[in-house]
């Protein structure tokens, strides 16, 4: 059924002028990437990967040790809608080793085909499907991520659909280092299947609020972490930062941007490890990157922090309707950093 699918849904595109998407892979890995974007049906033509994320892909080959001297990129964008992009990084061989995008463009049958991509190390999607009650979103819960157990993954980021059922199934990727996951269907019970994972050196959950500070005793628990980055949480010292003393020595990167805790907690823990860089922003700063998650951390914050924050929200100023405002969607250090968002999807 799904083939028939594919194939209707590829006349169609092919009829509205696509005849020229082919990627420049090999067959087997070009009829993988073609099938994606006819399944998903977005009006695209065929342009290179903004500059950013080519180079944040590439950047990210070379930090887990490949060497990416000869890779190229690929890609399409939305014809109306130019921030819905999609592509992929190869090698001099054809093979691709890592895909980004952003708008909705894995569901789980896609996620599957993956397995189809031997050399596929690096995923990266945001907007990655529908949050709340959307008819579509069981679609991209990230459930197929199944399939992809004995892959070769290495990083994956996605903001969206992903579940705490699709948590489950990215937790069994054994060779796995690096995960991220943002502003999706996600709480502390998705975090909690990755306890003990074996190579995780790195994990970052954004969540507004429905992830807990209760989720660093989980995050504490993943044997060779070495980066956390917990964001849009309120953290206290008792709740949230002592759960991370199994980590002393080893812990280097806390990032706690977008999120709050008082001066007092925030001693505390970087007491508790002296060499690890912790990374904040003031409450304003927050506001003004996203007055969404400064209303949700208002409503779970206390103290000193908490009142300065309600001060922030009471005197901010939204941009003018001319200007657009610029979101970080990847606060990890390393990563691609502040770009526009589509946003048209999120809740």
Request: hydrophobic residues 40%; glycine residues 10%; charged residues 25%.
């Amino acid at each position: 059924m799904r083939l028939l699918a594919v194939c209707i849904l590829w006349l169609f595109v092919n009829s509205r002028g696509w005849a020229d998407l082919q990627p420049p892979v090999v067959s087997a890995e070009a009829k993988i990437l073609r099938d994606i974007i006819a399944v998903e049906g977005h009006a695209v033509e065929v342009a290179d990967l903004p500059g950013w994320a080519k180079a944040g892909l590439i950047r990210r080959l070379k930090e887990w040790g490949f060497d990416a001297s000869s890779a190229k990129s690929w890609g399409v964008q939305g014809k109306q809608k130019k921030e819905l992009f999609f592509g992929c990084i190869y090698d001099a061989r054809g093979h691709v080793l890592g895909l980004i995008g952003n708008g909705p463009w894995l569901r789980n049958d896609s996620l599957r085909a993956l397995k189809g991509l031997p050399e596929l190390r690096i995923l990266r999607i945001d907007h990655n499907g529908f949050v709340g009650n959307h008819p579509q979103a069981p679609l991209y819960n990230a459930v197929g991520f199944d399939a992809l157990a004995d892959s070769k993954l290495i990083d994956i980021h996605l903001t969206l659909g992903i579940s705490n059922e699709g948590m489950e199934q990215a937790a069994k990727i054994k060779g796995l280092k690096s995960f991220s996951v943002a502003h999706s269907r996600v709480t502390d019970a998705g975090v909690k299947f990755f306890e003990g994972h074996p190579n995780l050196e790195s994990f970052r959950v954004a969540e507004m609020g429905k992830v807990s500070e209760a989720a660093l005793a989980s995050i504490a628990k993943m044997p060779k972490v070495i980066q956390v980055a917990f964001q849009e949480a309120f953290i206290t010292y008792e709740g949230g930062f002592r759960h991370l003393l199994p980590l002393k020595g080893r812990l280097k990167v806390l990032d706690l941007s977008m999120s709050l805790s008082n001066p007092a907690d925030l001693q505390r823990v970087q007491a508790d490890h002296p060499e690890v860089k912790i990374t904040t922003l003031p409450p304003a700063e927050i506001v003004k990157r996203h007055l969404g998650v400064a209303h949700n951390l208002a409503r779970i914050s206390r103290g000193e922090v908490a009142e300065q924050l309600k001060r922030a929200i009471a005197e901010y100023t939204p941009p003018s309707k001319k200007s657009k405002e610029v979101r970080s969607v990847d606060g990890w250090p390393g990563e691609s950093g502040n770009r526009s968002r589509a946003g048209a999807n999120e809740g």
